[in-house]
C-alpha cells in the first residue's frame, strides 16, 4: 500500500500486537497510533497499557471508556431481538466488535489517518467484522491486516522479532488458551479445546463456580423489564452496565452460563469455545418469561425469526447496515409492551423463571382455568376447527375421488 503516513491500530498489549507497532513502522515508514477499547474486559488487561505500546514504539495510545456504551446501545438492542447464535451463544464477542470499530474509525478521523490496522488472523471471524465497519463508516481509510501479509506463523518467532528489536513482552513461547473478555462474556479457545473429544478442565473455566460445587441454596433475584430492557434489580433502578455487572457477579456464584459449542465461523470452518455469561444468561431468561405473558403467536413468532437472523447479522459483522436497523426497529416495535416483573432462581448452573407478571399479559386466569367458567363456550371450537382444517379435508376428499 503506497501513501500510508498514520496508521490507527487495534491494540491489545499482548504478543501479536506489540509485534505489529514496529512491523508497521519498518514496513510502511508510518507513525502507529495504538487505540485500546475499554469494553469491560477487566482492569488486569488494561494495566499499564499504554506504557507498552509507547514501549514498542507507538508515538500514541489511546485509551476509550466504551463499557456503557457497549452495553446500553450494542447488547440491549440485541438482547430485545432475542439473537442466540446457532442456538447457544450469546454473541459476545461478536457484540463488542462494532462499538469498538465505530470508535477506531472515530479516532483515526480525528488523528488524520490514512489506515487503521488489526491484528486479527485471517483463519477468523473478527477480521470481516472491524473490515465491515470500516468499509460501512469510512471507506477511504485503508486497512491493514498483518496477520495476511507477514511471514511470521508462530508465537516463538514473534517474540524472537521483538527480542531483535529490545521490545519487552511479557508473553510466553507456550500459550495454552486464546481468550476475550468484556462485560458480556469470558470466551476460551484453544488448548485442550482443540479436541472435540476433551472435556474442558477446570483450567478453562475463568467466570464461574463449577455447578457441582455451586451453593447448596438457591439464591432468587428480581428483575424489572420496561419495554423489553431490565432496568432494576431487586427494585434498585441500575444503568445497563451497573445491571450486567451486578448480575455477572451473582449469576457466576452459582456456575450459572457456561456453555460449550463448536460453531460454524463465517469464513467457513467450524471452531469449539467455552463461553461464560452469567449475567447475560439471567437478563435473557427474564425477558424471555414477559415475552410469554405479553406476546401473542404470531407475533412471539415474528420475533423469533428476527433474533435468528439478528443472530447471524451480528456473528457476521453487519451491524452497520440497513438491515440492522429494519430488525431493531421492529424488535423496539415488538418491546413496546414488554414491560413487568420475573423472578429468577438460579441454582447450580441453571437459571428458571419462577414468577412473572405484566400489567400488559395476555394470560388470563379466567379463560385458561380448567374449573368452571362463565367466559368460554367451548362448543364455539367446532366451527373453529372445521374451518382451520378444511383445506385437509378438501386435499382428502379430493384423494378419495380418485
Known amino acids: 500500500m503506497e501513501g500510508i503516513n498514520k496508521v490507527v491500530l487495534a491494540y491489545s498489549g499482548g504478543l501479536d500486537t506489540s ?58 438492542p440485541t438482547l430485545k431481538t432475542g439473537a442466540i447464535y446457532e442456538g447457544t451463544y450469546l454473541l459476545g464477542t461478536s457484540m463488542a466488535r462494532p462499538v469498538i470499530a465505530k470508535a477506531m474509525v472515530e479516532a483515526a478521523m480525528a488523528e488524520g489517518a490514512d489506515a487503521i490496522a488489526h491484528g486479527c488472523t485471517g483463519k477468523g471471524n473478527d477480521q470481516v467484522r472491524f473490515e465491515g465497519a470500516v468499509a460501512a463508516l469510512a471507506p477511504q481509510l485503508k486497512v491493514i491486516a498483518p496477520w495476511r501479509i507477514w511471514t511470521m506463523r508462530s508465537r516463538e518467532e514473534l517474540l524472537n522479532y521483538l527480542s531483535e528489536r529490545n521490545i519487552p513482552c511479557k508473553a510466553s513461547i507456550t500459550k495454552i488458551y486464546s481468550r476475550d473478555a468484556n462485560a458480556w462474556h469470558i470466551s476460551t479457545e484453544g488448548g485442550e479445546l482443540e479436541s472435540t473429544w476433551n472435556e474442558p478442565s477446570a483450567a478453562v473455566w475463568q467466570w464461574t463456580v463449577d455447578p457441582e460445587a455451586a451453593p447448596d441454596k438457591a439464591e432468587y433475584v428480581k428483575l424489572t423489564v420496561a419495554n423489553g430492557e431490565v432496568v432494576a434489580v431487586d427494585d434498585q433502578a441500575l444503568s445497563p452496565y451497573e445491571v450486567l455487572q451486578t448480575l455477572n457477579e451473582r449469576a457466576a456464584k452459582h456456575g450459572v452460563g457456561r456453555i460449550d459449542i463448536t460453531e460454524n465461523r463465517l469464513v467457513g470452518m467450524k471452531s469449539r469455545g467455552c463461553y461464560e455469561t452469567p449475567g447475560g444468561t439471567v437478563m435473557m431468561a427474564a425477558l424471555r418469561a414477559v415475552e410469554e405473558l405479553v406476546l401473542d403467536k404470531t407475533t412471539r413468532a415474528w420475533r423469533e425469526k428476527l433474533g435468528a437472523e439478528f443472530s447471524h447479522l451480528v456473528y457476521d459483522g453487519r451491524w452497520f447496515t440497513p438491515l440492522c436497523k429494519a430488525i431493531l426497529a421492529s424488535a423496539n416495535a415488538i418491546a413496546e409492551d414488554l414491560s413487568g416483573e420475573v423472578v429468577l432462581k438460579m441454582y447450580k448452573g441453571s437459571v428458571t423463571a419462577v414468577q412473572k407478571r405484566s400489567v400488559n399479559s395476555l394470560y388470563s386466569e379466567d379463560f385458561a382455568t380448567f374449573g368452571a367458567d362463565e367466559v368460554y363456550d367451548q362448543s364455539h371450537a367446532e366451527g373453529f376447527i372445521r374451518l382451520y382444517t378444511l383445506a385437509s379435508r378438501i386435499r382428502a376428499l379430493k384423494e378419495q375421488s380418485k
Open 19 to 76: 509485534a505489529i507497532v514496529p512491523w508497521l513502522k519498518e514496513n510502511y515508514g508510518c507513525e502507529v497510533i495504538c487505540f485500546v477499547a475499554d469494553v469491560g474486559q477487566g482492569a488486569d488487561d488494561l494495566e499499564g497499557v499504554e506504557q507498552k505500546a509507547l514501549a514498542s514504539g507507538a508515538s500514541k495510545c489511546i485509551v476509550k471508556d466504551l463499557k456503557d456504551e457497549f452495553v446500553k446501545d450494542y447488547v440491549y
